[in-house]
């Protein structure tokens, strides 16, 4: 019969084992509390790849606080460079909430987005807009109105060239 006994290799395994997990889960509890107390983080990441024929960089700085979020990027790419940037913020308002995006590419080009949602008793509205460097854009508008006997849904958009469409559903709520 063979004995069922731990060997003293196996046991110094394990315990070299169950010490790593305990300083894991002690640096996780740590970076945990330390993450939950701070207000705003920003990292950084760069990555360089070469080769016989390419070769290639690219970096990233990211920043986060509450409410906000800026992302930088730059790199090259067989000698060149590129860059761009995206950045959100959404704010509170008394009564909804105010977001703008913007978004450059690597070629200049500039997106902006707007938006803000309002609510009260009877329904919401929620209006978006969306520039570009180049001239295109358009805004949109949705506003719900609800009572007791249903609801008025009135949507619109209109474009930087003066088109426009809009629309009015109304929905009854059954007797």
Known sequence: MTSHEPSPTSLTRRAM???SA??????????TAESADAQSRSRSRSVTVSGPNHS???????????????????GT???????????RTTVATGDGYATTATHTGPA????????????DENGYSRSSEVQTSGGYGYERDVDVYRDESGAVITRGVTTNSGASRSSTVVRTRPD
């Open 108 to 119: 200049g080009n500039t997106q902006t987005r707007t938006g803000q949602v309002t609510v």
């Open 17 to 19: 084992v169950a010490a």
């Open 56 to 74: 290639a960089t690219r970096n990233a700085e990211i920043y986060r606080s509450p409410g906000s979020t800026t992302v930088s990027r730059s």
């Open 22 to 31: 305990a300083v894991l889960a002690l640096a996780g509890a740590a970076v």
């Open 77 to 87: 790419v067989d000698g060149q460079p590129y860059s761009g940037s995206r950045s």
